[in-house]
T-cell receptor, first 112, second 113 residues
Framework: GQSLEQPSEVTAVEGAIVQINCTYQ??????LSWYQQHDGGAPTFLSYNALDGLEETGRFSSFLSRSDSYGYLLLQELQMKDSASYFC?????????????FGSGTQLTVLP | DTEVTQTPKHLVMGMTNKKSLKCEQHMGHRAMYWYKQKAKKPPELMFV???????INESVPSRFSPECPNSSLLNLHLHALQPEDSALYLC????????????FGEGSRLTVL
């Protein structure tokens, strides 16, 4: 089967740095994406790691280690608007097609 | 235009009704997806269309019937649904080989009575 596990909740204060971890067990793994979803909203794409290492996009960075089946999303200079659910998602082969399978999700609460 | 548009935003239907959810994108994406999301849960993949052909069906019950009339449109036909099918139905699109970056619509919130 396929599974991507994340902590269910993380709390931090404005201006802080927070890391959300994701461990996965899948076959046919191509890469790891991260999505943000505010309550009542649609998931929005944050980053994608096809290769091992760190990808940086503004205040957000994402890391992948295929050998450890592990990745993380790093959020810096936290703002109140960063309070949301964050999902890691694995790009996985399914026959000749590819699909995106979401992890369990992490609810981030940013406190003033 | 980087939007995926879903209609209707809200739908209430009885178990004997037939209704359809619609999704449209004009980004030139050739892969389109239906996901189902329950409250406080991750999106669950239902169907994937690639180049207007159904490429993945995640063992979805036949009361859900997808259709891709052209490269910009995706429908989900609903018939004889159960109350447990009440959820947010999300449409997404991407380039077929860029599956990591999906563009999602705002979803259709379905309530089955």
């Amino acid at each position: 089967g396929q599974s991507l596990e994340q902590p269910s909740e993380v709390t931090a204060v404005e201006g802080a740095i927070v890391q959300i971890n994701c461990t996965y067990q899948t076959s046919g793994f191509y890469g790891l994406s991260w999505y943000q979803q505010h309550d009542g909203g649609a998931p929005t794409f944050l980053s994608y790691n096809a290769l091992d290492g760190l990808e940086e996009t503004g205040r957000f960075s994402s890391f992948l280690s295929r050998s450890d089946s592990y990745g993380y999303l790093l959020l810096q200079e936290l703002q109140m608007k960063d309070s949301a659910s964050y999902f890691c998602a694995g790009v996985i082969s399914s026959g000749s097609a590819r699909q995106l399978t979401f992890g369990s999700g992490t609810q981030l609460t940013v406190l003033p | 235009d980087t939007e995926v548009t879903q209609t209707p935003k809200h739908l209430v239907m009885g178990m004997t009704n037939k209704k359809s959810l619609k999704c449209e994108q004009h980004m030139g994406h050739r892969a389109m997806y239906w996901y189902k999301q329950k409250a406080k849960k991750p999106p669950e993949l239902m169907f994937v269309y690639s180049y207007e052909k159904l490429s993945i069906n995640e063992s979805v019950p036949s009361r859900f019937s997808p259709e891709c009339p052209n490269s910009s449109l995706l429908n989900l036909h609903l018939h004889a649904l159960q109350p447990e099918d009440s959820a947010l139905y999300l449409c997404a699109s991407s380039q077929p080989m860029n599956t990591g970056e999906l563009f999602f619509g705002e979803g259709s919130r379905l309530t089955v009575l």
